[in-house]
């Protein structure tokens, strides 16, 4: 008898685990929609007081980061947002104005990951127009006129831009968070937490 009570506290368990995660994957999906190929390597869930949420691991290859990184800008802001492209390097292309003349950027650079959880790109390159000018100078030329709605932040300094993710925010999505940089595969694994309520929608 207490066998039979065992395992099937045991099916229960499992049946509840899998609708859990049933859940969770439908709305991982649903937000990433455009996200094609994501790889879901982790499921745990927290309770912070009275508030649940879910979190899970989830590794993006560089064409499914280039996806999600397009989409939370143009989700951020109504102006215009520089196209991104992800490969062995990680490429901001956009327009901006000099001297009242519109020109094209093509900015480089290196991806990093930070102890905060961002993504930090090392600028290698920038092609402002025509124009032959030092990284710094031309870093300080966006600066100036980058959308300050946008979840990027740039040092000209260190000839750096941060893509700022814990500034991400969304009904669905509660906290993003970069954990790994595979440079070799181009793979990229982040910690997504979702609020509970966002699962029963």
């Known amino acids: 008898m207490e066998k039979q009570t065992g395992k ?10 899998l609708a859990i995660i049933v859940f969770f994957t439908a ?3 649903s937000l990433f929609s455009n996200v094609k190929n994501p790889n879901l390597t982790e499921f745990t869930s927290t309770q912070e007081q009275s508030t649940s949420t879910f979190t899970a691991e989830v590794t993006l290859n560089a064409i499914d980061l280039q996806t999600l990184l397009q989409q ?7 102006g ?3 196209e991104i492209e992800v490969g062995e390097k990680i490429h901001l292309l956009g327009s901006l104005e ?12 290196e991806p990093f990951l930070l102890e905060d959880g961002n993504l ?14 030092p990284i710094q100078q031309s870093l300080q030329i966006l600066k100036s006129q980058i959308d300050p709605a946008l979840p990027i932040e740039i040092n000209t300094d260190e000839e750096v831009i941060h893509f700022l993710l814990s500034d991400i925010q ?3 999505v509660q906290e993003i968070k ?3 940089i595979n440079k070799e595969l181009q793979e990229y694994t982040f910690e997504i937490t979702l609020p509970k309520e966002s699962l029963l929608q």
């Open 98 to 109: 000099v001297l009242g003349l519109p020109i094209t950027y093509n900015l480089q650079g």
């Open 170 to 172: 969304t009904e669905t």
């Open 178 to 180: 970069l954990l790994d």
């Open 80 to 82: 215009s947002v520089p």
């Open 8 to 17: 099937k506290w045991k099916t229960a368990f499992f049946v509840l685990l």
């Open 120 to 133: 930090q790109i090392k600028i290698e390159k920038i092609k402002l127009g025509n124009l032959s000018l």
């Open 27 to 29: 709305a991982y999906f």
């Open 72 to 78: 939370s800008l143009l989700e951020l802001t109504e």
